[in-house]
């Protein structure tokens, strides 16, 4: 049997004596990671073509007019693809262990993990958005890396965890996330 609950579909948690484990899936709908990686191909071969552009004789002003759109293909191209990537096999790691607290981003098992001192942390709140801003539209956009619904406070500087989950999971998660920072600290 395991030892394993469930939040809801995305976000799982395990509790033991010695840590807290709570792993937040990227895992969307089918359809959205399907016109995601249809993007990615169209503008991979956008890219392409462009570069197959400099290799034919165009004036030096049009091929400096596209080494500089390549510039910010180049730059788009990381960032969907890290989106999509984040989207087929990204993970939100937090860990609770006696007086740390452990947040990592993991795709396929890689990732840089942040360590916080639990006695630095006062809080963990729900960040509030007004539902038709423009700021909580691009947050919550499946092409977009980010929508941190909770946040705390560490050295002055806010740190953010819970990637677009919705405010039902905001609160649950923030409980359980407060529970654990007073058990461990």
Do not use: H
């Amino acid at each position: 049997m395991s030892d394993v609950k469930y939040l809801s579909p995305r976000i799982s948690y395990k509790l033991t004596p010695e840590f807290a484990s709570i792993a937040i899936s990227a895992k969307g709908e089918r359809w959205k990671e399907t016109l995601l990686m249809a993007w990615v191909l169209a503008w991979t071969a956008c890219g392409v073509f462009f570069l197959f552009q400099l290799g034919t004789d165009l004036p030096r002003d049009t091929k400096l007019a596209i080494v500089v759109l390549l510039f910010f293909w180049v730059y788009f191209e990381f960032q969907i693809g890290r989106a999509l990537f984040w989207r087929l096999w990204g993970v939100e790691l937090i860990r609770f262990s006696e007086g740390q607290l452990s947040v990592k981003r993991s795709i396929k098992g890689y990732g840089k993990r942040k360590d916080y001192f639990l006695d630095n942390i006062a809080q963990f709140e729900v960040v509030e958005r007004a539902p038709r801003s423009i700021v909580t539209v691009m947050e919550d956009s499946f092409w977009v890396v980010g929508g941190e619904r909770i946040v705390f406070e560490y050295l002055g500087k806010k740190v953010g965890v819970g990637l677009q989950i919705n405010a039902e999971e905001a609160k649950q998660l923030r409980d359980l996330l407060e529970k654990q920072r007073k058990k461990f600290v």
